[in-house]
């Protein structure tokens, strides 16, 4: 509990991304929706006396417009500052006064408010859930504090960090008008100037019961969780939601490259290509294949990049590869690398390029792609151990706007992929035309030495 | 890498749990033919394993001037052992969906595995784990790249706040205690690193009669004996001594240090030694810390930094129990210009509670949270594992968890305040800035 991610979910989870991220858990959950609009997804597992509820809004910074970049977030954090009748901080001392734990979460696509509880007290997280969806106070006294503390993670996250800020300056050059390329903390400026209504209005067109699934994993029956839901959200009216604009990113005419200058020691080089998302489970073919992809580059210590970049030419200490692909907006393939010191991020750059060659001339072998699926079955397995993984697998696909039922298919088609359509799917979406670059070139740090001092012998009084 | 604030934490809160009745948890206990330690819990849920073998080779067993030698050992395991290369391991782990992990932090050190507990796969997966235990071939080519690729992530490490905020700490609280070395080494001292250091560390280290094997998953009673046998069959036989730690010197007297940086933001910790693994106080301070600043958005230091004021989005306070004793720690991080503030903030905090302890309501809800919450903490095979891994390096009773929130519900406000006004010296803090407005940051430094 010390580590509060009462925040987003950046880079890191991004590029964490390399094995199956929609290989979920068997698709053995129950759904209804209340007249209002609110679907309801429950998933029983029943090996601890637990429930894990999350409260997933379809509305993220996608959904932001100019000037408001982080507006998403923000809300996010103001959810927990107090109702009509539950005061500021209140929700999370209830939670915790039942044992639970409790946090949300801001992503692109969607913002999600989830506690784990001991199941007998899964009523009292949705009591609360329904009482802030409708009747947010949002007050003038606690926006000017919290949007203080928003900053303070920009910093934390953001500013402070290079390699974050090679990520944000990444997608903002990777895109032109699509809404992905504003960061999800939103611009230091835009938090600035943020005021209370601009977190008001965004409440006001989204948190809407038609706009939200309520998803409980757990040791639970579905159809008391359902009535549960019926009786804490069913009196909340829906609401006509704004009209969601696909602001579709026009073709990308050539390369693209930018530098980002920040006090660091070594370089680092990510890319970044655009690449179809999921869009239906049954009849895409390509995503699967990228998923593929990914993993026989990086699904694991065996994979090539690590094998040959980082193992056997040592040109990179570290060099990465994943494709997200459950996405409302378009999908990406992410690759990065850090050179091992003394090499320079051209040469790494032409290491990661190598092996995308590599691939785009001579495919994938058969053993390499078993191994990808080997993974792909057994994470499979090993993430129905964490209940809120799987509340926020869920999440995620229904956000997409992929059915949570079609975990199962998912890994089906995740085995039929053949080498060939590795292959093809390298060629057709490793080109240089469609690719943006960013590289970090490291700068001194102004005023200290690059060394701290030694214990006790150095400091400034 | 060196985020020692950040993963160490995490220890800390899972070893609190609390158990109704040991029949949630029925861990079984019994050793190897060689003396290993053996902690199981048979659960058929979920078709898979997870498998652990630690050893008490963690840093705090470094010597200064090979400060890393206990962390590369533990990192080149996998490098090729028994015939087998870095990529036949890398592959045939790969190969099954099997993943291959691992422990290392001050006290414990080891390997882990996660595997589908399929036939074919587990066998596979178990049999290239227990090589590369027994094995290892530690070579040379590989340990120099490693070295290469571990100085340049210090280096990085070393310019970053956060770092030097944790390092700094460390070397004021702990003195000449090698908790206070680094945990994967100095570039120095890496750099002086053999072939002939790890081959040496291991024996001494990856002892079979000190290894804790922990268990659970989709097997059953026979298999797990036979799975125990198989990891540590023919490990090192050691010396006649057992490795121990030498024992903590508490802080006779406050120490504060400011250390400018460019960052936007200052890291600031305050903190001391506080408390091993079997301390007698550990519960009341432990629960005294919920209220304080371990409790998340309930705690105090939370309360006061960053929901009263906006100073902070991260702000609290841990014990983490080792053999020996552990840190106490606050810890946040705001803007420059604030930091004065900040740290004048938590430094009242934690005064006021030492003079006065928690409430009765604050106490309360504490106990609340811990006990209701209980649960939680053993919801999923990983976390158990932990537990399992825990109780069996620090030889804690089978009966802990159930122990535990026994003994939480007796602890009184009195206990908590009589625990922290022993335990916690407000005027004998390490303070450490790092970052920061200069003139006023020195000044608070100082208070």
């Known amino acids: 509990m010390r580590s509060f991610r009462r925040g987003l979910q950046l880079l890191c989870a991004l590029l964490a991304l390399s094995a199956a991220p929609w290989a979920a858990a068997a698709s053995d959950a129950v759904e209804d929706k209340l007249a209002n609009g609110l679907r309801v997804i429950v998933k029983p597992d029943r090996r601890a006396p637990v429930a894990v509820m999350l409260l997933l809004y379809k509305v993220g910074s996608v959904d932001e417009v100019t000037g408001v970049t982080g507006v998403a977030h923000v809300l996010e954090h103001m959810m927990f500052k107090g109702t009509a009748s539950v005061p500021a901080g209140e929700y999370s001392r209830l939670i915790a006064a039942a044992g639970g734990r409790d946090n949300a979460f801001t992503s692109n696509d969607l913002t999600g408010y989830f506690a784990a509880l001991q199941k007998s007290e899964l009523e009292l997280a949705l009591r609360l859930e329904a009482d802030r969806m409708a009747n947010l106070t949002l007050s003038p006294e606690e926006f000017a504090k919290e949007i203080k503390v928003v900053m303070e993670e920009r910093r934390l996250r953001t500013d402070d960090r290079p390699r974050s800020l090679v990520y944000e300056q990444l997608m903002a050059a990777a895109l032109t008008a699509h809404p992905y390329r504003n960061p999800i903390i939103g611009w230091m400026n835009d938090l600035e100037n943020m005021r209370v209504e601009d977190a008001r209005e965004f409440y006001r067109h989204w948190y809407a019961p038609d706009n939200a699934t309520l998803i409980v994993v757990g040791d639970v029956d579905p159809a008391q969780v359902v009535a549960l839901a019926g009786k804490h959200f069913g009196g909340i009216p829906s609401r006509s939601l704004p009209v969601r604009k696909p602001q579709e990113e026009p073709p990308q005419l050539g390369a693209k490259r930018v530098t980002v200058k920040a006090p660091a020691e070594l370089p680092y080089v990510m890319m970044v290509f655009r690449a179809p998302a999921l869009r239906d489970a049954e009849r895409d073919t390509e995503p699967y294949a990228l998923e593929m992809l990914a993993a026989v580059l990086d699904g694991s210590q065996a994979a090539r990049l690590n094998r040959t970049l980082v193992r056997k030419e040592r040109i990179a200490s570290a060099a990465d590869a994943g494709y997200d692909g459950i996405a409302r907006g378009s999908g990406f393939f992410y690759l990065s690398a850090t050179p091992t010191p003394g090499k320079s991020a051209a040469e790494v750059e032409a290491g990661l390029r190598r092996e995308m060659a590599k691939i785009i001339e001579h495919g994938v072998t058969q053993e390499e792609l078993e191994r990808a699926k080997a993974q792909a079955v057994a994470q499979h397995v090993y993430e129905r151990d964490s209940m809120l993984a799987q509340a926020r697998q869920i999440a995620s696909l229904e956000a997409a706007g992929i059915s949570h039922r079609t975990v199962d298919l998912q890994l089906r088609k995740l085995r039929e992929v053949t080498a060939e359509q590795v292959r093809d799917v390298a060629r057709k979406y490793f080109r240089d035309d469609a690719l943006t670059i960013a590289t970090l070139d490291p700068q001194p740090l102004a005023g200290v030495k690059r060394k701290p001092p030694p214990p006790g012998l150095k400091h400034v009084q | ?447």
Do not use: C
Request: proline share 5%.
């Open chain 2, 1 to 447: 890498m060196f985020n020692r604030l950040i993963a160490l934490a995490l220890p800390a809160m899972l070893a609190v749990a609390a158990s109704p009745a040991s029949a949630i948890l029925p861990i079984q206990h019994w050793q190897t033919a060689n003396g290993a330690r053996v902690y199981f819990v048979e659960n058929h849920g979920l078709p898979m394993l997870d498998l652990s073998v630690d050893f008490p080779a963690g840093a705090g067993y470094d010597r200064p001037a090979k400060a890393g030698a206990a962390s590369m050992t533990q990192r080149l395991l996998r490098a090729g052992a028994d015939k087998m290369s870095e990529d036949d391991v890398e592959q045939r782990i790969a190969d099954v969906g099997a993943q291959l992990g691992g422990r290392f932090d001050n006290d414990r050190a080891g390997l882990s595995l996660r595997t589908l507990s399929s036939a074919r796969e587990r066998q596979q997966a178990l049999d290239v784990f227990a090589r590369v235990l027994r094995a290892p071939a530690f070579p040379r080519a590989v340990l120099e790249r490693e070295k290469v690729r571990l100085i340049g992530s210090l280096k990085e490490a070393d310019i970053k706040p956060d770092t030097i905020v944790a390092r700094t700490f460390y070397r004021l609280a702990y003195g000449d205690h090698p908790y206070a070395l680094r945990d994967t080494g100095e570039v120095e001292t890496v750099q002086t690193l053999a072939r002939e250091d790890l081959v040496q560390f291991h024996r001494r280290h990856y002892v079979a009669r000190y290894a804790v094997v922990a268990i659970i998953g989709d097997v059953t009673r026979a298999e797990a004996e036979a799975i125990a046998e198989q990891v540590t069959r023919g490990l090192p036989k050691g010396g006649a001594e057992e490795p121990v730690l030498p024992p903590v010197k508490g802080l006779a007297a406050g120490t504060a240090r400011t250390i400018p940086h460019h960052a936007a933001q200052a890291h600031i910790i305050i903190g001391a030694p506080g408390i091993s693994r079997t301390d007698p106080d550990y519960i009341a301070l432990f629960v005294g810390n919920f209220v304080l600043g371990g409790g998340g958005f309930v705690s105090r230091i939370m309360e006061e930094v960053r929901s009263k004021r906006g100073l902070a989005y991260s702000a609290g306070s841990y014990f983490y129990p080792l053999q020996r004793e552990g840190p106490f720690v606050i810890s946040m991080q705001t803007r420059r210009d604030q930091a004065t503030q900040a740290l004048e903030v938590a430094q009242a905090t934690l005064a006021e509670f030492v003079k006065t302890g928690p409430t009765e309501e604050e106490l309360a809800a504490a106990k609340r949270n811990i006990v209701n919450g209980f649960p939680l903490r053993i919801d999923s095979n990983r976390k158990i594992h932990e537990y399992l891994a825990l109780i069996g390096f620090y030889r804690l009773p089978l009966t802990y968890l159930d122990d535990f929130v026994k003994n939480v519900e007796r602890v009184t406000t009195a206990d908590i305040r009589d625990a922290f006004q022993r335990r916690i010296r407000p005027d004998r803090m390490v303070t450490v800035v790092v970052g920061g407005e200069p003139a006023k940051a020195a000044d608070a430094g100082a208070r």
